[in-house]
C-alpha cells in the first residue's frame, strides 16, 4: 500500500503579541496610539543617548514543530492530545486553511475536511436551499449534489421540512442534516474534527458508523476527538499530540492508555500552571479537590463516603451567571457521572472574583479504582475554562450498600443502592 | 490521481487556476447574498428604488432649483441627476458589500480553504442586481421626459463593468485591512458619503472650471458618471477624454494595489479572523 497522506517537518509558528491581550485581531486605534507611543519612547531614547529598542514585546510560538508521519491508503487514523496541542492546527493545515511556515504535506487525493457541521448554514435559508449551499462550500459539484439529494434528506430524515427555513429547525435536525451533506461527500480522504460532540447518542451511533463505512470503502479517515470510545472503534492507529509534536504513533490501544497515563502525570503538576486550557481563559479553574465533611481535603476516597468536590476559581472579571460542570471518567476515558451547577434550583450567587464553589454528594456511587475528572466554567453560555484531567483519585472499597459487602471483579463502575425481594405476581408466573 | 502538495508559498503558485475551480463557490455565495436580501421581496425591491429615487429628488432641487446649476445640454436635469445615481450607487454599494464580506463570512474563512477573493468578489453581485432593479427607474424617467437615448448607449455595459472595477480595487484592500483592524469598518461609510460630495452625481462635472478638470479627474468615479451621462444624455454631455484616460488610470492603479494588498495579507486571515 502506498502513503496517501505524507507529512515532512511540518511546522507553524504564531506570533503573540503580548500587548494585543483581549482578542486575535487588533484595533486600528490601537495600532496608532502605540506607534506614536513608540515614537515618542524612541525620540526620548534618542535624545537621552539610550540605544533604541526595536519592536513590540512579541513571542513566537510553535504550534506545530518537525511533525513527520505517513498515512496509508484506507487507514483510519485517530488524532489525540490535550487543548492547544496542536491537533486543530495539523487539520487546519491538511484542509488548507493555513499555510504551514516551515515543511510539506504530500496528499493524493480530494480532502474533505469537516471542521464543523453545518459550515455556511444560512439560517433564513431553507433545508433545500441549504444542502446545496453547504455542499459547494464543501467542495461538491453541482451535478453531485443534485445526484445524492435524496439520499441526504434521507440520511438526515428532514424530508417534511425541506422547504423550511432552517432558522425553524430544532438543534437536533440542524445537525442531523449538516452531518448529512458532509457524509455525502465522497473524497478520498475525510478529515474530521470533533463534530461528534453535537448531536444526540442514537445520531452520533448513525454518524459514526456511516465515518465506519468510509473507512472501509478504502478512503482514508483522520478522526480528532476527544472521545477516546469514538476513537477506539473507528481508528486501528492513533497518533498522540503534545506541544506541537507527534509524541506517539501506533496502535489505537497502546496510545490510548499513554495518552490517559500522561494526563494521570499531568494532574500531579499545580493546576493553575497547567496551559493545556480551552475556553477563553476570562476565568480559570485554580484548583480541584475532594473534602471529607469537615472540610479538609481527603487524601483517599471511600467508595459510600459523603463526601464534596471543591473547585476553586479566579475570575478577572465579574461572574455574572456562571455555571460549573465537572465529568469525572474512569480509565478506559468513559464518562460515568457528570454534574452541572445549572441543573440544580438554586443558581450560585457568587459576588468575588476569587473563591471556592462545592458540590457535596451524599454517598460517592463509585466502585473502586483509578478515576479522573474534566472541569469547566461557564457564564452565560460562553466556555471561559476548560481542563482535560483536572484531577485524579482512587477510591477504595468502602461500606456503600450498609452492608460492608463489595462488588467483586468489577471495577471503576458506578453503584446505586439495590433492594432485593421475591416478586409475586400471578401474571409474571403465568406468563413463565 | 491529483497530488496536493502543502508547503509555505504553494497557494501562490495556482492561484488563479484555483479561483477558477471553485467557480460553483462563487455563483452560490453571490446567489445566497442575493437570497437572503430578496427573501423579504417586498422590501429588498422596495429598498433598492427608493434610495436613488429620493436622493435623486433632493439633489435635482438643491442644485438644479436652489442653486440653478447648468445641466448637461438639452437634457432633464432630474434625468442628468440619476444619470449620475446609478453608478455612483453601484459604486458606493460595491464597495461597502465587498469591504465588509470577509468580516461577514468569518466562519467560512476560518473553517474551509477556497481562493479567499471569492468572498468579496461574490459580494458586488448583490449590487449588481440592485443597480439593475434601479436602472428601470431610469427607463420610466425616460419616457416620462420623452427623453430618447443614442447609439451611445450601447456602451453602457463597459461602464458598468469600470464601475464595478472602480470598487473592486480599493474593497479589497479595505475587507482585508478589516480583517486585521476591526474598527477599519468605520471608515466605510466616511469614504462614501464623502465621495458622493466630491464626486459629480448632484451636479454637471462641466461646472467645473476648465483649469482644474484633469486634477478633478483623479477621482475614479469622475470618469465613471462622465461615462454613465455620455451614455445616457449623448451629445448633451461629451466625453472630456484626458480626464477620462486619468480615471481608467487611477481606477488600474487601485485595482492593482488592491489585489496584491488582499493576496498579501489573505495567507494570515484564517489566522486572525
Known sequence: MSDIIRVENLGKKYIIGHQTENGRYVALRDVLMRNAKNLWNKTKDLVSGKPIIQGDTTEEVWALKDVNFEIKRGEAVGVIGRNGAGKSTLLKILSRITEPTTGRVTIKGRV??????????????????????????????????????????????????????VKMYSSGMYVRLAFAVAAHLEPEILVVDEVLAVGDAEFQK???????DVAHQGRTVLFVSHNMGAIDVLCEKT????????????????????????????????????????????????????????????????????????????????????????????????????????????????TNNKGCVGCSIKKLPLAKGSYR???????????????????????????????????VGLKEICLTDQDWSLVENDKLTRKG | MNEIIIEPGRTEKNYWTDLWRYRELFIILSWRDLAVRYKQTIIGILWAIIR????MIVFTVMFGRVAKLPS??????????????????????????????????????????????????????????????????????????????????????????????????????????????????????????????????GFSSNVVPENWRLLYSLNPMVGVIDGFRWCILGGNSPLYLPGFLLSMAIIVFFLWLGVTRFRKMEKTFADII
Not at chain 1, 381 to 402: K, P, R, S, W
Request: with cysteine; net charge negative.
Open chain 1, 112 to 165: 474533505a475536511s469537516l471542521l464543523e457541521v453545518g459550515t455556511g448554514f444560512h439560517p433564513e435559508l431553507t433545508g433545500r436551499e441549504n444542502i446545496y449551499l453547504n455542499g459547494t462550500i464543501l467542495g461538491m459539484s453541482r451535478v453531485e449534489i443534485k445526484r445524492k439529494f435524496d439520499e441526504i434528506v434521507a440520511f438526515a430524515e428532514v424530508d417534511k421540512y425541506l422547504d423550511t427555513p
Open chain 1, 206 to 212: 448513525k454518524c459514526l458508523g456511516k465515518m465506519d
Open chain 1, 239 to 350: 497518533i498522540f499530540f503534545d506541544q506541537g509534536k507527534v509524541i506517539d504513533f501506533d496502535q489505537t490501544q497502546e496510545i490510548i492508555s499513554s495518552y490517559l497515563s500522561s494526563i494521570q502525570r499531568d494532574s500531579k503538576v499545580a493546576l493553575i500552571s497547567r496551559k493545556d486550557r480551552g475556553g477563553t481563559g476570562v476565568a480559570i479553574i485554580s484548583d480541584v479537590h475532594i473534602a471529607g465533611v469537615d472540610g479538609s481535603p481527603l487524601k483517599q476516597v471511600i467508595s459510600g463516603q459523603k463526601c464534596s468536590i471543591i473547585m476553586e476559581y479566579e475570575s478577572r472579571i465579574k461572574l455574572i451567571n456562571p455555571t460549573f460542570k465537572f465529568t469525572i471518567y474512569n480509565s478506559f476515558g468513559q464518562p460515568l457521572l457528570h454534574f452541572d451547577s445549572s441543573l440544580c434550583d438554586k443558581p450560585l450567587q457568587i
Open chain 1, 373 to 407: 475528572m474534566n472541569v469547566s466554567i461557564e457564564d452565560s453560555g460562553q466556555l471561559l475554562d476548560h481542563l482535560i484531567g483536572a484531577y485524579t483519585f482512587n477510591v477504595v472499597d468502602g461500606n456503600f450498600y450498609g452492608t460492608g459487602r463489595n462488588i
Open chain 2, 52 to 55: 436613488p429615487l429620493l436622493t
Open chain 2, 72 to 201: 448637461d445640454g438639452h437634457a432633464p436635469y432630474a434625468l442628468m441627476v440619476f444619470a449620475a445615481m446609478l453608478p455612483w450607487m453601484l459604486f458606493s454599494n460595491s464597495l461597502s458589500e465587498a469591504s465588509n464580506s470577509l468580516i461577514g463570512n468569518a466562519n467560512l474563512i476560518s473553517k474551509v480553504y477556497f481562493p479567499r477573493m471569492i468572498v468579496p468578489s461574490a459580494t458586488i453581485i448583490t449590487a449588481l442586481v440592485d443597480f439593475l432593479i434601479s436602472f428601470v427607474i431610469l427607463v420610466a424617467m425616460m419616457i416620462y421626459y420623452q427623453f430618447m437615448p443614442g447609439w451611445h448607449i450601447l456602451f453602457i455595459p463597459f461602464f458598468i463593468i469600470l464601475a464595478l472595477l472602480a470598487s473592486f480595487g480599493p474593497g479589497l484592500w479595505i475587507t482585508a485591512l478589516n480583517v486585521k483592524y476591526r474598527d477599519f469598518r468605520y471608515v466605510i461609510p466616511f469614504i462614501v458619503q464623502f465621495g458622493l460630495y466630491i464626486s459629480p452625481v
